[in-house]
């Protein structure tokens, strides 16, 4: 008979974790984001037990300009999924200080209602910087997420910069949130966001805004038939969305539903699955490397000194470059 694990295993925490504990979940995340090495190292180690227990939730991206209203349509739609029966995480990335690295953390008091369901978890993290304000150990918080039995997870993103194509890359279904406009405004949303929205969510649909919501909707349509779909099975679609009044909550997870079906009926689920993971091994492996690189002896002085040479235009940077890979290899 195996003995067994300590109370502080990583088998202990994975075992909890499977059980729903929430402590559990919560801590193991903040294990993972930790930039202590012992901790992290724990994290990972969680992780590691929870791995053949994980893939097996809805991953749902959603991004959108600020203002857009991300986090009520978030908590409306976390909210009906509870009532359908499912458990959701939220994963709401908040942008961390340029300067002092801190962050606001404030998802919780935005979603108040959500955050009181016993099936809902929200986890704001802060982005650390990392590219397009995607916390850098999300997709190790989604996994924790699905061992612990969630049914749909929900990532957030701040909606600036690169952070669009980051959350693509991690998530079955990327909704893009977009504002009522007209007319030149609609030039405002770039091309590269369209072509990576599974589905585009006009919303704020209610009151003095239904009509315009709606022309923004077909005038995004129209734009959408012209643009050649990633995927074989699925056509992007556009619809309008009241999170205020609840209006269009039902259509976007029917939406949802439908494309999960298509994709792997055709086996276009597992195979993007599949590459988002190749994809993460390789960024964590380039990131592996970066860290190794910086800490060769006497590297740091190296690097330096070319840096300089490069503000000084005294060498190109792909000269720089090469002058500091003679010393990695």
């Not at 294990?31 to 992780?47: F, H, K, N, V």
């Not at 600020?66 to 939220?90: H, M, N």
């Not at 056509?235 to 909550?249: T, Y």
Request: with cysteine; glycine share 10%.
């Amino acid at each position: 008979m195996s003995p067994r694990p300590a109370a502080d295993s990583p088998e202990a925490y994975a075992a909890a974790i499977r059980r729903g504990d929430r402590r559990a979940v919560a801590r193991t995340i903040t294990w993972l984001e930790s930039t202590r090495a012992d901790q992290s190292g724990l994290g990972q180690a969680i992780l590691e037990v929870l791995v053949p227990y994980t893939g097996g939730a809805q991953r749902i991206g959603v991004t959108g300009p600020p203002g857009v209203g991300k986090s009520l349509l978030i908590e409306t739609f976390g909210q009906y999924l509870i009532e359908q029966g499912q458990r959701v995480a939220v994963l709401a990335v908040d942008p961390s200080s340029p300067v002092t690295g801190g962050s606001i953390l404030g998802d919780k008091t935005r979603m108040e209602r959500l955050s009181q369901q016993e099936a809902a978890f929200i986890r704001p993290s802060p982005s650390g910087g990392s590219l397009g304000g995607v916390a850098q150990r999300t997709r190790e918080a989604m996994l924790v997420c699905e061992a612990a039995g969630y049914d749909v997870v929900l990532i957030e993103t701040v909606g600036i910069g690169q952070s669009e194509v980051a959350v693509a890359s991690m998530v079955d279904f990327f909704l893009v949130m977009l504002l009522p406009a007209g007319g030149d405004e609609l030039q405002g949303i770039k091309k590269g966001v369209v072509e990576l929205a599974d589905a585009l969510a006009v919303n704020k649909a209610d009151g003095s805004m239904k009509n315009v919501a709606e022309r923004t909707r077909a005038d995004y349509g129209g734009a959408l038939e012209l643009i050649r779909s990633s995927s074989d099975a699925w056509r992007p679609r556009a619809m309008v969305v009241s999170a205020l009044e609840s209006e269009g909550i039902r259509e976007i997870w029917e939406t949802v539903l439908e494309h999960h079906e298509l994709m792997q009926a055709s086996g276009e689920f597992d195979e993007r699955r599949r590459k988002q993971s190749r994809a993460w091994m390789w960024k964590l492996l380039e990131d592996g490397i970066g860290r190794v690189f910086r800490e060769l002896p006497g590297m740091r002085e190296a690097i330096e000194r070319e840096e300089e040479a490069v503000a000084a235009q005294k060498t190109t940077p792909a000269a720089a470059a090469r002058a500091l890979l003679q010393n990695f290899r």
